[in-house]
């Protein structure tokens, strides 16, 4: 059989789309309705919302909603996307019957009533101004018939995204695996390569050009509203990059051939594929390292042919829910989180102060950018919030002064009469694509319609645009519309909206998701200010998950003292396994020290069994031990502090090197330590250096010598590196520095001292902290210390002159540093360096506005060593 015959015969018994998977609704649920289990799942579907409706307390008298909600599902039934609708309700409800938080709603599935009559989602739509046809468009959906069977085009089909609490997520999955087995896996996920990367890779392997060069030429590369820029675009753009291209054609040659090729693949964050069939029948499946079945098919093929199901893990949530729980047990508070009154003055209020109440743990508000948005706008009720979320993005946050005006003076931009009611309320920035939307209707088109417009233009589709410009004078034509005001700039409606169409796909967001997430924002906002102790523990505790784990505790500790609490050191007495509640503080962890796994966590926790307040060190020594305690993580844990209380008022180093003195002895050399013990206070530093004088000799209680002269050769090949190890830590008498950086390598946080206050004399006098620097006036001088988290070279788009762009941080806070070109030449002719990521800088400059602009600079040299590997 030819090709072509092989490949019509695979076209013939291939799905022709998707066939959703079959529902089988438990008996249970039709009986909790009361309709017979022979009801179709239409029958079904219009009972459950009926009775929800009710629920949330509509009656027949809110005919808005019942209108609504009966078009939905007419839409629905017409589409074939009544067993879809109820996978979701299957899903969730499967949630909420086992108290497995979940989020107010994700993306246009916000806009759907029936969702929020199902629980799905916990956004009223009407209520919020959300549109259905957002979500489901008629004109988007399509439904193939093939063999007397009906399939849906996955490509079109309607998307809900579930955000589920971080540490249940898999429980879900399971969930889904049992009801589905055999026909769902997760969904492979294909990395590609970037121009960026292409041309600093073969720049340097064809070009044979450094590092730095390269990083300074992909600079040049635009990101246009986040997005970088294809390699034939930058060349066309940037004339600096044409000029590089052009000097180096044969390395921009191959880099263009590489542009887009897989790099490596992945596993989608929360992707999982649910099919009608085996899925060995439709799709090539694999094993993850894991062992977790993930299809050959990335997600825009896979969903050709399965239901594409997004469950996300939200850490968010977790946190909130881990707070409740707190608040329940020690309390006696029963938060119900969408009981929560949106319109409370509280949550506001303390978002107006947000400078100075900080921002940790506000979702969607903590990141940086975020932050200064809700810092510029000063949200007063959650559609101003919804607006921090539509803002803070690419492209948007050239309207952030322009938005924030319109909220202090009420003063909107007029873009035109006809379109004022729908943008007046976001400062006549057509900020949702909602609003797009509306002002399509305006001129006559349809939901539908405007729907049809809002995705051609905002996915650039060229070949259809011109067709719907033309579409739009017609319409404005029809209904009269053109002279309408014909005195405003003298532009017609049809080019306002146009431009707005066309200007606002580089910016615009789906207001379902804003106001679904300015909801989960609110809720954040009100916990941490109304239960601070509780949220704070609870991000704590969330901080082990995150990236970067010690960044999360060093923000979260700074923030501590606005609330009058602190983050207690770690202690092997008082410590819980996580972090716990200390009557107005937090306690550190156990686990979260640096270096203690599962494994070690277990081996703490028996080893705490076993001591107390009269053992002497050595007891501790071979309590540690005996618990099966590594001498690497032992010495971590006094350095991190736990254990203080037997220093005897020596410094932690001191007794590191006591431990790892005492471990390297032999059995025989214990016993007899033991028995000097109480003559040396306990000190086997003092015990060998008395056995390395060769007069008089010091003997065991077996007459024999501690040590013979051979046995001493080889302690000493072991113990020297250790006190190595601890003389470099002495050098420059600095007690304090080495405790804060122990600290601050094994906790992400310094309790002792603040770093700034490590040092003596002038420096000390003279520097202030990262947080101090945002109080002083533009243009002062400012002098500060920090750990630099990283120094990149860099070069302005627009003046293109070269800087490096370093971002430091204390416990207080972050500085972002600008060290120009003309600065850092005569600096590193001066034989200075500049810093690497964990480097310590003293750092002069003039503050600017959210930037220090460096005139000058020193690194530290001064290090701590932790541990052996440290002296290479």
Not at 57 to 73: A, C, L, N
């Amino acid at each position: 059989m030819s090709f072509y015959n092989n490949f019509t015969a695979y076209d013939e018994c291939a799905p022709a789309g998707v066939l959703l998977p079959q529902i089988n609704i438990e008996d249970k649920y039709y009986k909790q309705l009361g309709i017979s289990t022979k009801s179709s799942n239409l029958q079904f579907l219009k009972k459950l919302c009926s009775k929800n409706m009710r629920k949330k307390g509509f009656t027949s008298k809110d005919k808005k909603y019942i209108e609504r909600m009966k078009m939905e599902i007419a839409i629905f039934e017409e589409l074939g996307f009544i067993d879809y609708i109820l996978l979701n309700w299957e899903v969730l409800n499967f949630c909420h019957e086992n108290n497995i938080p979940t989020g107010p709603g994700r993306g246009s599935a916000a806009g759907s009533l029936v969702l929020y009559f199902l629980d799905v989602t916990k956004v009223d739509p009407l209520k919020y101004d959300l549109f259905f046809e957002r979500f489901v468009s008629r004109t988007r959906a399509r439904k193939i018939e093939k063999n007397g069977i009906t399939y849906l085009d996955g490509s079109l089909l309607a998307d809900v995204d579930n955000d589920i609490a971080y540490d249940r997520r898999g429980e879900v999955i399971e969930y889904i695996k049992k009801k589905y087995a055999g026909r769902t896996c997760k969904i492979l996920n294909l990395v590609t390569l970037s121009g960026k990367l292409c041309i600093k890779e073969v720049g340097k392997l064809v070009g044979l050009l450094s590092e730095d060069e390269m990083n300074d030429i992909s600079d040049q590369i635009p990101v246009v509203f986040g997005k970088v820029a294809k390699l034939k675009t930058a060349q066309e753009e940037s004339e600096k990059f044409a000029q590089w291209a052009e000097q180096h054609s044969e390395a921009f040659k191959v880099a263009r051939k590489l542009e887009g090729l897989i790099k490596n693949t992945g596993v989608h964050a929360s992707g999982i594929a649910i099919s009608h069939h085996q899925l060995t029948d439709i799709c090539p499946i694999q094993r993850t390292k894991e062992g977790d079945l993930i299809s050959c098919y990335d997600m825009n093929w896979i969903a050709e042919l399965t239901v594409k199901f997004d469950i996300l893990g939200l850490k968010t949530l977790t946190v909130l829910n881990d707070a409740k729980k707190m608040l329940k047990e020690r309390q006696g508070i029963d938060l119900d989180f969408e009981k929560i009154d949106l319109t409370d003055d509280f949550i506001y209020k303390n978002l107006q102060d947000l400078r100075f109440r900080g921002g940790q743990g506000l979702f969607q508000i903590e990141a940086d950018t975020n932050f200064d948005v809700c810092c510029k706008v000063k949200p007063r009720n959650l559609e101003e919030i919804s607006a921090v979320v539509a803002i803070a993005r690419p492209g948007a946050l050239n309207f952030k002064d322009q938005y924030a005006s319109y909220v202090r003076t009420g003063d909107s931009e007029l873009v035109h009469p006809e379109f004022s009611e729908i943008l007046d309320h976001t400062g006549g920035i057509p900020l949702y694509q909602e609003q797009l939307m509306k002002m399509a209707v305006k001129v006559g088109f349809s939901l539908d319609e405007a729907e049809q417009l809002r995705r051609i233009v905002g996915k650039k589709k060229v070949d259809q645009m011109p067709v719907w410009r033309d579409k739009i004078a017609e319409k404005v034509e029809e209904n009269r519309l053109t002279n309408a005001w014909t005195g405003f700039r003298g532009v017609e409606i049809a080019d306002v909206l146009w431009q707005v169409a066309e200007d606002s796909a580089n910016y615009s967001f789906n207001k379902s998701h804003s106001i679904s997430y300015a909801m989960l924002s609110a809720w954040t906002t009100y916990v941490k200010f109304k239960y601070p102790q509780e949220f704070f523990v609870s991000l704590l505790k969330m901080a082990k998950n995150e990236a970067e784990p010690f960044e999360q505790i060093r923000k979260v500790s700074s923030e501590l003292g606005l609330y009058d609490m602190k983050l207690l050191r770690p202690d092997l007495a008082k410590s819980h396994e996580d972090f716990a509640m200390e009557g107005e503080n937090i306690r550190y962890g156990l686990d979260a020290i640096k270096g203690v796994s599962q494994k070690s966590l277990q081996s703490i926790l028996t080893f705490r069994k076993g001591t107390h307040d009269e053992l002497n060190k050595f007891e501790v020594f071979e309590a540690a031990k005996q618990a099966g305690i590594n001498i690497g993580v032992f010495s971590g844990l006094i350095q991190a502090g736990t254990l203080n209380s037997f220093s005897g008022g020596n410094s932690r180093a001191r007794l590191v090197l006591e431990a790892q003195s005492y471990n390297v002895l032999t059995d025989r050399e214990k016993r007899i330590a033991k028995a000097l013990g109480s003559e040396y206070n306990y000190d086997i530093l003092k015990i060998i250096h008395k056995a390395m004088q060769k007069e008089p000799v010091l003997m065991g209680d077996d007459n024999r010598p501690f040590m013979k002269e051979s046995r001493l050769q080889t302690f000493k090949s072991k113990y020297e590196p250790y006190k190595a190890i601890y003389d470099k830590n002495r050098e420059g008498n600095n007690e304090d520095f080495a405790n804060w950086y122990f600290e601050k390598q094994l906790l992400g946080y310094s309790y002792t001292k603040k770093l700034k206050d490590t040092f003596r004399g002038r420096d000390k006098a003279s520097m202030i902290s990262c947080k101090e620097i945002w109080s002083a006036n533009n243009n002062a001088l400012v002098k500060f210390v920090a750990t630099v988290k990283s120094c990149l070279k860099k070069t302005s788009q627009a003046s293109n002159k070269k800087y490096y762009f370093i971002i430091a941080s204390d416990e207080t806070g972050e500085a972002k540093c600008i060290f120009m070109e003309r600065e850092y030449e005569p600096y590193l002719n001066r034989g200075k360096s500049l810093p690497e990521k964990d480097s310590i800088a003293i750092i002069t400059g003039r503050k600017g506005d959210g930037t220090i602009f460096v005139n000058d600079m020193r690194v530290l040299d001064q290090r701590i060593y932790m541990k052996l590997s440290d002296l290479k």
